[in-house]
């Protein structure tokens, strides 16, 4: 079976994972995503790839904030 699992905001070492995982057999192509803002935790995990990603700067993330929320580009919103 192929599979895809992403975690989001992860903040310990897995212990949900490996229950998750265990006695599951994944073929190949198989992937885990794992998002977290604590490096320790990839590398406990022996995470293969590891990509930083930089944050939006604010006007960006307002922009995509905006489209997102309210549907449009600019906000006419008060936001302060």
């Not at 905001?9 to 995503?33: M, N, P, W, Y």
């Amino acid at each position: 079976m192929k599979v895809l699992i992403v975690l989001d905001d992860v903040h310990d070492e897995f212990t949900e994972l490996k229950c998750l995982a265990t006695g599951l057999q994944f073929s190949g192509g198989s992937r885990i995503i794992i998002r977290s803002r604590d490096k320790g935790v990839l590398d406990t995990c022996g995470a293969n790839n590891i990509y930083g990603v930089k944050g939006l700067k604010h006007n960006k993330a307002l922009e995509l904030f905006c489209r997102k929320a309210f549907r449009e580009k600019n906000c006419s919103h008060d936001l302060s």
